[in-house]
C-alpha cells in the first residue's frame, strides 16, 4: 500500500498510534463492493453518468437511496425530498453559501464536532455553543440562548456525536424541530454516525420532520461505506431542495458527483450497503468493547459513557490539561484529540478524544499503554 500521507488526509507520521483519528479504518474500505459495483454501472454502456448531472442528483441514484432510506427508517422516503452532496462537508458548506451572511450567529453544541466549526468560520459566522447533558443538546439552555440571539442556523449531531457519542432523546428532537419552527432558524441535524448504532439504534432521524420548512437532515456515505467516494445526501422540503438545486454552483457545475452516485447505486441496489453497515456494527461492536476494556485497565481514572455507537470514547481526565497531554502523548509515538478543539470557548480542557473504530486489538493496547505512560 502507498504511504498513506502521500494520498490521503492522514499524515500520522510513521510508527505513531493516532487514537484520535476519525477516519474509517483502511482495512474496512470496501474495494472489492466498489469495485464490482463499478464494473456493473459501466456494463450499462450508458454514458449519462458521465455527462453534467441533475442538479438535485441523479433520480434512479435517489430511488435507490430513498429505498434504502425507508428500510433503514422505518417510514417512507421520497426521493423528490433528497438532494445529493459531495459528502456532509458540502452539504453544510452549500447550506451556509445560501443559507447565512456573514456575522450572523449559528449555535452549536458544546462540544461539537471541530470542522464544522471550520466550515462556519469560513462563513464568516460566529458560533455560540449550548450546554450539553449526558443525552446531548440541553433544550432549556438553547431556549435561554435564543431569547438573546437569533440565529441563522442551529447545528446538531444528534445520534452517535462526535465526539461525546452522545444521542439526542425523541422528545429533545421534538422540541428542537418546534423551536426551529417558532424562532425561524434553520436546523441542521448532521446524521452522519446514524446507521453506526453498536448497541442501540438511535431514535428516528430528523429525516421524519424533514417535510417541515426549517428541517434538514444532512447524511453521508463515508462512514458507512467510504469517505474518498464524496458522496452524501441531506433530505429538506421541497422549496428549500428547489433553492439549493437552483444555485449558481450546479448551473454551471451540474449536479454533484454523477458519477459516484451511479456507482453507490449498484451498491445499493445489490443490497450491499446493507450488508456492509451490518458488518461495520459487528466489528466496530468488538472494537469498542476492547477499547472499554483496555482503557479501564490502563487508564482507570478515565470518566466516560461507554459509547453506544459512532467512533468515539469522550474520556475525562480530572485534573489533566489533555493538550498538554497530546504534547507528551506525541513525543511517545501516540497521538489523541484533546477536548478543547471541540469547544467553542475555550473549555472541555479535560477531555480527549479517542476512536476505537481505527485501529485492531494490539494497536489499541499498545496505544493506551504508551498513553499510559505519559500520565
Ligand atoms: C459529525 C460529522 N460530520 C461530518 C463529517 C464529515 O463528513 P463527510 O465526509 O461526509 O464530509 C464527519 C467526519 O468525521 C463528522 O464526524
Same mark, same amino acid.
Given at each position: 500500500m502507498t504511504d498513506p500521507s502521500l494520498v490521503t488526509q492522514?499524515?500520522?507520521?510513521?510508527?505513531?498510534?493516532?487514537?484520535?483519528?476519525?477516519?474509517?479504518?483502511?482495512?474496512?474500505?470496501?474495494?472489492?463492493?466498489?469495485? =464490482?459495483?463499478? *464494473?456493473?454501472?459501466?456494463?450499462?454502456?450508458?454514458?449519462?453518468f458521465l455527462q453534467y448531472g441533475l442538479e438535485q442528483g441523479s433520480l434512479p441514484f435517489r430511488a435507490h437511496l430513498a429505498d434504502f432510506l425507508a428500510r433503514g427508517y422505518g417510514f417512507p422516503i421520497s426521493a423528490e425530498s433528497l438532494f445529493v452532496t459531495p459528502g456532509a462537508s458540502g452539504g453544510l458548506d452549500l447550506l451556509c453559501t445560501l443559507f447565512t451572511r456573514p456575522g450572523q450567529t449559528v449555535l452549536v453544541e458544546e462540544p461539537s464536532y471541530f470542522l464544522a466549526l471550520r466550515i462556519f468560520a469560513d462563513h464568516g459566522l460566529q458560533v455560540v455553543s449550548i450546554e450539553t447533558d449526558a443525552d446531548g443538546l440541553l433544550i432549556e439552555a438553547l &431556549? *435561554?440562548?435564543?431569547?438573546?440571539?437569533?440565529p441563522a442556523l442551529v447545528y446538531t449531531i444528534p445520534s452517535f456525536q462526535n465526539p461525546s457519542g452522545r444521542t439526542l432523546p425523541a422528545v429533545r428532537r421534538e422540541r428542537l424541530v418546534e423551536l426551529a419552527h417558532d424562532h425561524d432558524f434553520l436546523l441542521v441535524a448532521d446524521e452522519v454516525y446514524h446507521?453506526? $448504532?453498536?448497541?442501540?439504534?438511535?431514535?428516528?432521524?430528523?429525516?421524519?420532520?424533514?417535510?417541515?420548512?426549517?428541517? +434538514?437532515?444532512?447524511?453521508?456515505?463515508?462512514?458507512?461505506?467510504?469517505p474518498g467516494l464524496r458522496l452524501g445526501w441531506l433530505q429538506a422540503n421541497p422549496g428549500l431542495i428547489q433553492q439549493l438545486? %437552483?444555485? %449558481? @454552483? @450546479?448551473?454551471?457545475? $451540474? $449536479?454533484?458527483?454523477?458519477f459516484t452516485s451511479a456507482v453507490v447505486g449498484e451498491v445499493i441496489a445489490s443490497g450491499g450497503l446493507e450488508a456492509h453497515i451490518n458488518k461495520l456494527q459487528a466489528i466496530y461492536r468488538e472494537r469498542l468493547r476492547f477499547m472499554d476494556a483496555t482503557l479501564r485497565r490502563a487508564l482507570p481514572g478515565a470518566e466516560y459513557a461507554?459509547?453506544?455507537?459512532?467512533?468515539?470514547?469522550?474520556? =475525562?481526565?480530572?485534573?489533566?490539561?489533555?493538550?498538554?497531554?497530546? &504534547?507528551?502523548?506525541?513525543?511517545?509515538?501516540?497521538?489523541?484529540?484533546? %477536548?478543547?478543539?471541540?469547544?467553542?470557548?475555550? $473549555?472541555?480542557?479535560?477531555?480527549?478524544?479517542?476512536?476505537?473504530?481505527?485501529?485492531?486489538?494490539?494497536? +489499541?493496547?499498545e496505544g493506551l499503554q504508551r498513553l499510559a505512560q505519559c500520565l
Open positions: 492522514i499524515r500520522t507520521p510513521p510508527g505513531t498510534i493516532d487514537l484520535g483519528l476519525g477516519d474509517p479504518p483502511f482495512d474496512l474500505l470496501p474495494l472489492d463492493l466498489l469495485r =464490482r459495483a463499478a *464494473a456493473d454501472a459501466f456494463a450499462h454502456r450508458d454514458p449519462h &431556549e *435561554a440562548q435564543l431569547k438573546r440571539v437569533h446507521f453506526l $448504532g453498536t448497541t442501540r439504534q438511535p431514535p428516528a432521524s430528523f429525516s421524519a420532520y424533514a417535510q417541515e420548512a426549517n428541517v +434538514v437532515a444532512l447524511n453521508s456515505f463515508s462512514k458507512i461505506l467510504a438545486a %437552483g444555485c %449558481g @454552483l @450546479l448551473d454551471s457545475g $451540474g $449536479g454533484l458527483s454523477p461507554l459509547p453506544e455507537g459512532g467512533y468515539f470514547f469522550w474520556a =475525562r481526565l480530572p485534573g489533566v490539561d489533555t493538550s498538554a497531554l497530546r &504534547e507528551r502523548a506525541r513525543a511517545r509515538r501516540v497521538d489523541l484529540r484533546p %477536548g478543547k478543539l471541540f469547544s467553542s470557548r475555550g $473549555g472541555l480542557g479535560e477531555y480527549m478524544r479517542l476512536s476505537f473504530a481505527f485501529y485492531e486489538e494490539e494497536q +489499541v493496547e
